[in-house]
Nanobody, 112 residues
Framework: QVQLVESGGGLVQAGGSLRLSCAAS????????MAWFRQAPGKAREFVAG????????IYEDSVKGRFIISRDNAKKTVYLQMNNLKPEDTAVYYC?????WGRGTQVTVSS
């Protein structure tokens, strides 16, 4: 079973940046794809970005394309989400996901 722990969330003004991290333990990190999801209050959890096991072929939800960048460091067993030009609508709890496991999430709040 993979354990995932997110960090890096916080409060930021619109237009600002944050970098989220997700540290994994257990399993073979370099062998599986990783993804970020988010859930805003009163809304369903939604896909944000994903990356394959080698760090290639990143995919993004349309509203974050050009603003967010997903990356990974297999040596550190960590996946990142660089979030730039943040908007109030990006406010949500951000979750890391891999092979059926979820982290507990990290809160991102963007003020206008």
């Amino acid at each position: 079973q993979v354990q995932l722990v997110e960090s890096g969330g916080g409060l930021v003004q619109a237009g600002g940046s944050l970098r989220l991290s997700c540290a994994a333990s257990g399993g073979t990190f370099s062998g599986y794809n990783m993804a970020w999801f988010r859930q805003a209050p009163g809304k369903a959890r939604e896909f944000v970005a994903g990356i394959n096991w080698s760090g290639g072929a990143p995919i993004y939800e349309d509203s974050v394309k050009g603003r967010f960048i997903i990356s990974r460091d297999n040596a550190k067993k960590t996946v990142y989400l660089q979030m730039n030009n943040l908007k109030p609508e990006d406010t949500a709890v951000y979750y890391c996901y891999a092979v059926g496991s979820w982290g507990r999430g990290t809160q991102v709040t963007v003020s206008s």
